[in-house]
């Protein structure tokens, strides 16, 4: 049972314009979402968050917007640069669970 | 500040062997994570912990065990490995439980055969 779902595994854009990643959740009690991203042999960094209070949080070219009502939030990055193509994920927690609960990963390739 | 650091970074097993990971930061977290990553899916919890000597099973606990004796290490252990423990292994930590950021090392790549 999946919690925390992206449903398109990649996505490639040119450089310069808008990428767009999308996730999707199930559980009503998540209310904190946080995007990683990964490169290949790393570990996954912290990108950013929103919490359920808010439905958008900015910071530089990353904008990340939460949509409750569809249980839906998804990632803007704009402009696209080719330093972005990484695999990007998406997670949530709340419910007074500490535990961070995990989508699948979207590869993003930007191409110069 | 090296942040959180994990040996080895591969390791290749034999069907029923035993190892450890090791999982240290220097960043003076109390709470400390073990997260498998499987080709094409996402990190799946295994254990954490909120403090020195307080672990607790995570979604995929079975076959491995952890502990937790400071501040600053938290070892995985398999034991009898299996195939099905053939993934890529992170640890993370964070300063405030789940809702905050995590900081990631940079995996173990663990085969099993």
């Known amino acids: 049972d999946q919690q925390v779902k992206q449903n398109s595994p990649s996505l490639s854009v040119q450089e310069g314009r808008i990428s767009i990643l999308n996730c999707d959740y199930t559980n009503s009690m998540f209310d904190y979402f946080l995007w990683y991203k990964k490169y290949p042999a790393e570990g996954p960094t912290f990108l950013i968050s929103?919490?359920?209070?808010?439905d958008k949080n900015e910071d530089g070219r990353f904008t990340v917007f939460l949509n409750k009502s569809a249980k839906h939030l998804s990632l803007h990055i704009v402009p696209s640069q080719p330093g972005d193509s990484a695999v990007y994920f998406c997670?949530?927690?709340?419910?007074?669970?500490?535990?961070?609960?995990f989508g699948k990963g979207m590869k993003l390739t930007v191409n110069p | 500040n090296a942040g959180v650091t994990q040996t080895p970074k591969f390791r290749i097993l034999k069907i029923g062997q035993s190892m450890t990971l090791q999982c240290t930061q220097d960043m003076n977290h109390n709470y400390m994570y073990w997260y498998r990553q499987d080709p094409g899916m996402g990190l799946k919890l295994i254990y954490y912990?909120?403090?020195?000597?307080?672990?607790d099973k995570g979604e995929v606990p079975n076959g491995y065990n952890v502990s937790r004796s400071t501040t600053e290490d938290f070892p995985l252990r398999l034991e009898l490995a299996a195939p099905s423990q053939t993934s890529v292994y992170f640890c993370?930590?964070?300063?405030?439980?789940?809702?905050?950021?995590?900081?990631f090392g940079p995996g173990t790549r663990l085969t099993v055969t």
């Open positions: 929103i919490s359920s209070i808010k």
């Open positions: 993370a930590s964070s300063y405030i439980l789940g809702g905050n950021e995590q900081y």
């Open positions: 912990s909120v403090g020195a000597g307080i672990t």
């Open positions: 997670a949530a927690s709340g419910g007074g669970s500490e535990k961070l609960v």
